[in-house]
């Protein structure tokens, strides 16, 4: 009887404030919903012409959405990463070397690989993202061995990982502009209805099947305990080594599904830059979205939300004309605001 | 000085933990703190120590009101506390852990690192620690770091000592020193609230009792006036049985075989063998290697020579996984470091052994791990909220019957089980006795790993005691006693 008197008397206030501290994807969310509310404004919601203000409100959150894709995916994989206790600085390399193999292989150029091999249209696009896809398992992997076979830290052997990766793709592909078939981008760029939602729809899709992953698959909650506690994990039977490997390889297939996505939506690729400072987004995209930098906690939902809020930010930036280059900062001022404002770890 | 705690109230969300309970300790008395788990003991002494906050109640030093916010604020006035979880930080030496927060530091404000370890070395000699101060904290056993907590109490110059259950991981000898220990500062006037689980302890050290029952008082007194099996009563409300535990033993065929087993430091030539349907005791003291040679056996650690057959057939194992592919289970001691996984839910916790064995494709079978673990509770008498909470939330006697209930689900042809009832209550120890004895009689080999020769005698059907890292000998039921196995374990031979 106490019980619920006690239940009643406390005010919204306190549960706020309760749910607040316990549970990071709360937060967040309060956080995304604040910031959409605040776009919303500066939209300029006016009651009058609902119809047309709608239009662009959608259209600038499919604009939004679609922009952020590729790097969303990455953020995800990179929420398993950083759970398990560890970290990739190679995404945005590994999506470069990936790009171009890709690019390669579909060029309908003279060099290109596979037309010289009588293989054009959709056979060479599937070789390709086939190949792509497993050339991201296969670096991801190498590196996940590197680290759990050869001890390496995380931080150190993705630092170089990242550096061997955009030099070696930087050196062979001097001189050499392969051009993407108009056919191929259709993957990103196919319209349904008036819209261009395919990158939108594959993030969902992704997203989705890695919730599930890593709430209801062995090898998923397997991450969480690796990542909490790696000696009572290994003294229940867990194999940490296969685990963390496996963090690894399902990051390198997400970069190159991410990749592939950004090829298709741009058709083409500066071997030079792109990519530089995806590892960066992600990592801000995880911890805003509640990942804890020191293991075991974390999720799919909260990077998501994490992502958005990093993104409607950017846009907001935008409307609001703030100048490219402070923009940065104020990305840097989000990303400590939101760990300030989350549960504090234990130390 | 004299501590009173009135009227103390204290709940968790609806799960009202004390309920008005009041206690007072006299400097120069040393009084113990009994109860079944999740009583609510350590939550009482956590409030004394400033650890977590009261809804009422109030506490008074030397008949002044105070109130703790924060733990420093509590040693500050002269309370020490010994946690019941480990609190060495891993990363620094011995020497600086014994001065954590109160580092000595010489005249132009750099730390003073060589009073540290002269002073530390100064404690060790007293308590008769072999020890080097300058050790990484992280290199060592557990038991080692619980006395390494122990003697950083002891030179905090406290007036009140709290000690939660400071023996668990402690063998005999370190027990019988820590006593001494406790017995000198008793003379100066400390005074010390000792919480433990055995209660002959209780019966050698202390002079009053006091016994919580689901957070309320029930009993208090002198020692001198009451049994063990008073107290025993007291703490869980009926009459707790104390015999010698014996069953239709029906031993199947050879299990496990070691020949010969050396490793690099810890053990050395070690030939051993198990049979289905039988309870080997291994016991010892403190750098016996019994833990590193049944984690060699389970591929945790590395050998550097000798065999290990399972079922007549050499294996090799190079990983935990393995050798529970194999049919090996083992249950780890010093829960807090090697069982509890603090991120995932109690409900994880107690299954994630047998995931990737009842999972579909992956996928985990989380009806049939509720349904399990739903039986466990019972069994274990596993005191908690909703099985999704966090496993923190559990008391520590709780948290190491859920650790153990991972294994039960397992299965095994062999069982290890390393200091399995460390921290739990006297009934439940009686519950997990019983568990131990069925899964012999459904034809498992079990290895009880025990520092405590009592439980060895009472479930064993014969025991190896090991010194230094290798066989001191062996005793088998119809003769086996305490005395016997604590003249080995301290390197004797028996006639
Ligand atoms: N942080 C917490 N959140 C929620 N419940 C808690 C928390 N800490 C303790 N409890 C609950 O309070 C009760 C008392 O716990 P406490 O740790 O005081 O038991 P104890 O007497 O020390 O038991 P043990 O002998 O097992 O150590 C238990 O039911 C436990 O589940
Ligand atoms: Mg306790």
């Known amino acids: 009887m106490n019980d619920t008197k006690g239940k009643n008397k406390r005010s919204f ?3 706020f404030q309760d749910r607040w501290i316990a549970e990071p994807l709360f937060s967040t969310a309060i956080v995304l919903l604040l910031i959409i509310v605040l776009q919303t404004i500066v939209l300029g919601f006016d009651y009058d012409s609902i119809g047309s203000w709608f239009s662009s409100w959608l259209n600038n959150w499919i604009n939004i959405l679609r922009n952020n894709a590729g790097i969303g995916i990455i953020s995800l994989g990179m929420t398993f990463v950083i759970i398990s206790g560890g ?37 060479a696009f599937i ?185 409607v930010m950017n846009n907001l930036l935008n409307l609001f004309g703030v100048p490219p280059f402070l923009r940065e900062a104020f990305k840097g001022l989000i990303v400590v605001c939101a760990v300030l404002l989350q549960k504090k770890e234990k130390a | 000085m004299i501590v009173e705690m009135k009227n103390i109230i204290k709940s968790f969300g609806s799960n009202k933990v004390l309920k008005d309970v009041s206690l007072k300790l006299k400097g120069g008395e040393i009084c113990a703190l009994i109860g079944e788990n999740g009583a609510g003991k350590s939550t009482l002494m956590n409030i004394l120590g400033g650890v977590c906050k009261m809804d009422s109640g109030a506490i008074y030093l030397d008949g002044k009101k105070v109130d703790f916010d924060t733990p420093a604020q509590s040693l500050n006035a002269g309370i020490a ?39 530390t070395e100064e404690v060790f000699k007293q308590m008769n620690v072999d020890l080097d101060p300058k050790i990484m904290v992280r290199d060592l056993d557990a038991s080692y770091k619980q006395i390494v907590e122990i003697c950083r109490a002891m030179m905090m110059n406290a007036s009140i000592i709290i000690m939660d259950e400071p023996t668990t ?24 609230i000792f919480i433990s689980h055995k209660l002959n302890e209780v019966m050698e050290i202390c002079e009053r009792y006091i016994v919580l029952r689901d957070g309320c008082l029930v009993a208090e007194g002198n020692v001198s006036e009451v049994t063990t099996d008073d107290l025993a009563r007291f703490m869980v409300g009926y009459d707790v049985r104390t015999e010698r535990l014996s069953r239709d033993k029906n031993l199947g065929n050879e299990v496990l075989r070691l020949e010969k087993l050396t490793h690099e430091t810890a053990y050395r030539d070690i030939s051993l063998s198990v049979r289905a349907g039988e309870i080997l005791g291994v016991t010892g003291l403190l750098g016996d290697g019994r833990s590193e040679l049944f984690q060699s056996v389970f591929g945790a650690e590395s050998i550097l020579s000798g065999k290990i057959f399972l079922e007549r057939e050499e294996i090799r194992i190079n990983s935990t996984t393995q050798a529970l592919d194999k049919g090996i289970g083992y249950l780890p001691r010093n829960r807090k470091e090697n069982g509890i996984i603090k991120d995932m839910n109690i409900l994880e916790n107690a299954s994630i052994v047998t995931w990737p064995l009842f999972a579909k494709r992956g996928v985990i079978d989380w009806i049939r791990h509720r349904k399990i673990f739903k039986k466990q509770v019972k069994e274990l008498r596993i005191k908690m909220g909703k099985s999704t909470d966090s496993i923190d939330s559990l008391s520590g006697g709780n948290q190491q019957k859920v650790v153990l209930a991972k294994w039960l689900s397992a299965n095994p042809k062999l069982l290890i089980l390393d200091n399995p009832t460390q921290g739990v209550d006297v009934g439940a120890k009686e519950d997990i006795y019983d568990i131990i004895l069925n899964l012999a009689k459904e034809n498992i080999a079990v290895v009880v790993l025990s520092s405590e020769a009592q439980e060895v005698v009472r479930i064993c059907d014969r025991a190896l005691v090991m010194y230094h890292g290798v066989i001191q000998g062996e005793v088998s039921k119809e003769t086996m006693n305490e005395h016997d196995i604590m003249r080995l374990a301290t390197g004797g031979k028996l006639d």
């Open chain 2, 169 to 192: 991981s402690l063998t005999e000898p370190e027990i019988k020193r820590v006593f001494s220990m406790m017995r000198m500062l008793k003379e100066r006037g400390v005074g010390i």
């Open chain 1, 13 to 15: 206030f306190e549960w």
């Open chain 2, 81 to 119: 506390f010994i946690h019941q979880e480990l609190n060495l930080i891993n990363d620094l030496p011995v020497y600086e852990n014994m001065f954590l927060g109160r580092e000595l530091k010489n005249k132009r404000g750099r730390l003073d690192l060589e009073r540290m370890i002269y002073e």
């Open chain 1, 87 to 123: 970290i990739d600085l190679a995404v945005g390399s590994t999506s470069v070397a990936i790009g171009a193999v890709i690019m390669m292989l579909i060029d309908n150029g003279p060099k290109g690989i596979l037309a010289n091999m009588g293989i054009t249209g959709l056979p």
């Open chain 1, 127 to 311: 070789i390709a993202i086939i190949l792509g896809v497993g050339l991201g398992y296969g670096l991801g992997t190498g590196i996940g061995i590197l680290i759990t076979k050869g001890k390496i830290p995380p931080f150190i052997a993705t630092l170089g990982a990242m550096k061997i990766f955009r030099s070696l793709t930087q050196h062979f592909m001097q001189g050499y502009n392969p051009t993407v078939p108009r056919e191929f981008l259709q993957i990103a760029n196919f319209k349904i209805g008036k819209f261009m939602l395919m990158p939108i729809i594959y993030w969902a899709v992704i997203a989705y099947i890695l919730y599930y992953v890593s709430k209801r698959t062995v090898f998923g909650r397997q991450v969480i305990a690796v990542g909490s506690n790696e000696k009572a994990a290994k003294l229940s039977g867990v194999n940490v080594e296969k685990v963390k490997t496996g963090v690894y390889s399902l990051m390198g297939v997400l970069v190159a599904i991410a990749t592939i996505i950004q090829v298709s939506r741009i058709g083409s690729m500066d071997f030079a830059n792109a990519g530089s400072g995806y590892e960066m987004d992600a990592i801000a995209a995880a911890v805003v979205g509640g990942t804890s930098m020191s293991g075991g906690r974390g999720t799919i939902l909260g990077t998501v939300f994490g992502m958005l809020i990093i993104a």
